[in-house]
Each structure stands twice: as structure tokens, then as C-alpha cells.
């Protein structure tokens, strides 16, 4: 994902991360509205004193300026606000939270702020605490105070309403929200189109399956006549990759369970069959088994027969829509038996059909599926939509291993449109 341009990856992030999107935003924001809801609102209130020298004979800007530190100082120390306290009949400790005074050097006041709950609250502290400067004025030898300005409400900040923080909350959320989702698409990207797969499998998009059924907002069945369509293309796609791609079995393997490979070996296989290319099509998923599962096992005989030449092969298969199909059962403990006995079994199956296609369990699920691998001549990976493109390399990784190209790529509950769209890293190129 490397130099993916910010935008295409946003949009993606927009589009399929958009369940982590609202999985951010949503507690973030309602968190942020009732909090706002609850908080208490506050009212300051502003006073303005003046400072001048006591007389004509002391005038000194230095001295003005002594005597607004001093006030500054002196307004907010307990003795002041003890009196103020007195005054007003609000608390000590209230007080000394909510006033604040500021000296201008320039202007030579001072600013009284008082800020409460209550705006009266307010208004009667400031009032309170600029006549203390008054009366601390009378006091002082070197500089008189007036009050200049009488107590007033200050108007309020753009963000003190509650409505304007609560919409800065929820826009923080929201940014938030696509700050995560686009991450999490740009660190751990997935395939979303036929070229990102291709991308991370290194073999050419050969065809794409619809998901043959949805669930929502409604149920609904993909038409036959849409997925034939696309089963047919699925084999021209694999038919034109025959030229490059070396001759013998044909491992259909998916990235991880439940992405498809049992049914497209079979579509691929029935379409093959269609255009009058014999085809056989043998369940090695020894773990599951989920291709003679969904079929049954209608022969007397199986894979294990045919291994063993309990049977000939021709006895072992049965016939599925006029493919040819050899089923199998579950079986663990034969990883020799089938590293010894299924390349003769392949090549059988090759004198007798013209194409020969091996429906496996995904590669890592066990042993015994990298010993099926290791005896194909090519494989055929099954990617569903949406699948972590580190997984996609996973299993391409453990092919070369094997020894084993990557003849190409078919992305499974994806439409055709995206099945030939570029990658990321390829729109990204030279952007």
C-alpha cells in the first residue's frame, strides 16, 4: 500500500470501513453531547478600575505601574475576598475560583473578571471587588483607583454556547472516526477489487462469482442467468491463461475457508463441460470435505479407492450435471498415502480428461493440504471480496515454496465491474 495515493485510500476507507466510521463516531459524539448537556452554564461579568497617580507632584509612570501589580495581587488574596465574601454572602471558596483580575501596563487599569453561574452572582462580585480597588486606592499614598467601567456581562466566546460545542464534539468524532478507518485501510489494506487480489497473488484476474445470496436490508437470490453469465466468463478467463500456464492438474485453492473454491472449481468445471471440454473435478479437501458434503457421495466408491486402486477410476467417479466428480470422505493419517499415490491418481485422471482440477482446503490449514499443493501443475487462487491482502500473500508465498505459479485469481461475492478494476497500487502509479 506504499505511495497509494490519500485520497483513493480515503474514499475506499469511506466506503468499505464505514461500520469502524460509526463504531467511533457514534460513542464519541453522544459522549460528547450529553457531557456538554450536564455541564453548568456560566455567566462573566466585567469591571474596568483606573489607575492614576494620587497627584500631580507623584506623577510616575512607574508608579502606576507598581500600583496595578500590587492591586492585582492584593484583589484576589484571601483578606480582600473574605470581605467580598462578607458582602455578597457567597462562599470563600467560590470566590476564589471565579475571580480574576488583569492589569493593563498600557492603559493602566485593571480588568475585574467575575465568572458564576448565576449572571446577578456575577455582576454583584464584580461590582464588589472594583470598589475593594477603590477602597484600596484611598489607602495607597502614591495612586488613587476609580471604577471606570461598572460591572457588565461579557459577551460569550463562539464555542461557550452549548450547541456550537456540541457540534466542535461531534466534528472531532467524526474526524476521529475517519482518522481510525483510514488507518486501518492503509495499514492493513484488503482486497476490494479484482486487481487489488492480483496485486497481492501475483497472477491475472481470470473471473469473478456474485454472492448468490444476500440477507440485506432483504434476502435476495442472484439470478441464474447472472451467475452463468459469469461462470462463462470465469472460463474464458481461464481458458486464455492456458497459454502461459504449464500443463497438468489445476489446484483450485481458496485464501481461507469459506472463500469459495469448492464452488468455483465446480462452475469452472460445469461450463468446461458446456463448451465440450472434459473435465475432472477431485474433492482433496481431506479435512471437510465440503465439495462431496454438499454433492453426496452417490458412487460405491471415493478418493481413497482410487488411491488405493480399490477401484478403477472410471468407477470411482459419478457424474454431477456431466461433470465428472470423485468424492471423498474426511480422512487424517494419509499424508503419505497421498504423497505417494496421488500423482499416479493425477496422472490417470489426465490420460482421461482434458482438464483436471483439484479443489483443495485452504494452504496452511494443515499438512496435508501443502502435500496436494506440491503435486499440481498450477493453481487457481479464490479470493472473496474484502479479504485481508495479507492473507492473499500468505497463500501465494506457500505456492512458490511448492513450486507451484499462479495460473490466476477469481474474486468470489464481487461483481464483474469490480473484478476489473485496477488495484490501488496500480491506480496509484504515477500520481
Same mark, same amino acid.
Given at each position: ?62 508608579? $502606576? ?7 492585582? $495581587? ?34 493602566? *487599569?485593571?480588568?475585574?473578571? %467575575?465568572?458564576? =453561574? ?32 461598572? /460591572?457588565?456581562?461579557?459577551?460569550? &466566546? ?35 477489487? &479484482? ?7 501475483? &497472477? ?54 469459506? %472463500?469459495?473454491?469448492?464452488? $468455483? ?32 457421495? =452417490? ?16 468407477? /470411482? ?12 470422505? =474426511?480422512?487424517?493419517? $494419509? ?50 471480496? &474484502? ?24 474474486? *468470489? ?19
Amino acid at each position: 500500500m506504499t505511495g497509494a495515493p490519500f485520497l483513493r485510500v480515503l474514499g475506499r476507507a469511506l466506503r468499505f470501513r464505514w461500520a469502524v466510521l460509526l463504531a467511533v463516531l457514534v460513542p464519541a459524539a453522544v459522549v460528547g453531547i450529553l457531557a456538554v448537556e450536564q455541564r453548568i452554564d456560566r455567566t462573566t461579568a466585567v469591571a474596568v478600575v483606573g489607575v492614576a497617580p494620587e497627584s500631580a507632584d507623584v506623577l510616575s509612570t512607574d508608579a $502606576v505601574q507598581l500600583a496595578l501589580g500590587r492591586y492585582s $495581587v492584593a484583589l484576589t488574596s484571601p483578606e480582600v475576598l473574605t470581605q467580598v465574601a462578607a458582602e455578597t454572602g457567597i462562599a470563600l471558596d467560590v470566590l476564589d475560583a471565579a475571580v480574576e483580575v488583569s492589569a493593563s501596563q498600557e492603559a493602566g *487599569n485593571l480588568s475585574v473578571r %467575575a465568572t458564576l =453561574p448565576s449572571t446577578d452572582d456575577a455582576l454583584l462580585v464584580a461590582r464588589a471587588v472594583a470598589e475593594q480597588t477603590v477602597t484600596l486606592g484611598q489607602e495607597d499614598p502614591l495612586a488613587d483607583a476609580s471604577v471606570l467601567a461598572g /460591572a457588565r456581562t461579557e459577551a460569550p &466566546g463562539l464555542l461557550s454556547g452549548t450547541r456550537s460545542l456540541q457540534a466542535l464534539l461531534v466534528l472531532a468524532a467524526l474526524v476521529a472516526g475517519l482518522v481510525v478507518a483510514y488507518a486501518l485501510e492503509a495499514v492493513r489494506p484488503r482486497a476490494r477489487t &479484482g486487481g487489488d487480489a492480483a496485486d497481492a497473488a501475483g &497472477g491475472p484476474v481470470l473471473g469473478s462469482l456474485p454472492a448468490f445470496t444476500s440477507t440485506w436490508p432483504r434476502r435476495a437470490v442472484a439470478p441464474d442467468s447472472e451467475i452463468l453469465a459469469s461462470a462463462r466468463s470465469l472460463r474464458s478467463g481461464f481458458l486464455a491463461s492456458g497459454a502461459g500456464a504449464p500443463a497438468g492438474p489445476v489446484l483450485v485453492v481458496g485464501v481461507e475457508h469459506g %472463500a469459495g473454491a469448492s464452488t $468455483v472449481a465446480f462452475l469452472l468445471a460445469r461450463t468446461l463441460v458446456d463448451r465440450g471440454e472434459s473435465t475432472l473435478v477431485l474433492d482433496l479437501d481431506l479435512d471437510h470435505a465440503g465439495l462431496s458434503a454438499t454433492m453426496g457421495t =452417490p458412487s460405491r466408491f471415493a478418493l481413497h479407492d482410487a488411491l488405493t486402486e480399490s477401484a478403477p477410476l472410471a468407477e /470411482a467417479v459419478h457424474r454431477e450435471g456431466g461433470v465428472a466428480v470423485l468424492t471423498t470422505e =474426511p480422512m487424517s493419517g $494419509v499424508d503419505d498415502l497421498v504423497d505417494h499415490r496421488l500423482p499416479d491418481l493425477l496422472k490417470r485422471g489426465a490420460d482421461r480428461y482434458e482438464v483436471v482440477l483439484c479443489d483443495s482446503a485452504p494452504l496452511g490449514a494443515g499438512e496435508l493440504s501443502e502435500v496436494v499443493a506440491a503435486h499440481a501443475a498450477s493453481a487457481v487462487v479464490v479470493v472473496r471480496a &474484502g479479504t485481508s491482502t495479507a492473507t492473499i500473500e500468505r497463500t501465494a508465498a506457500r505456492l512458490r515454496r511448492l513450486g507451484v505459479p499462479v495460473r490466476g485469481v477469481v474474486l *468470489n461475492h464481487a461483481t464483474r465491474a469490480q473484478a476489473e478494476a485496477p488495484g490501488l497500487r496500480e491506480t496509484g502509479r504515477g500520481d
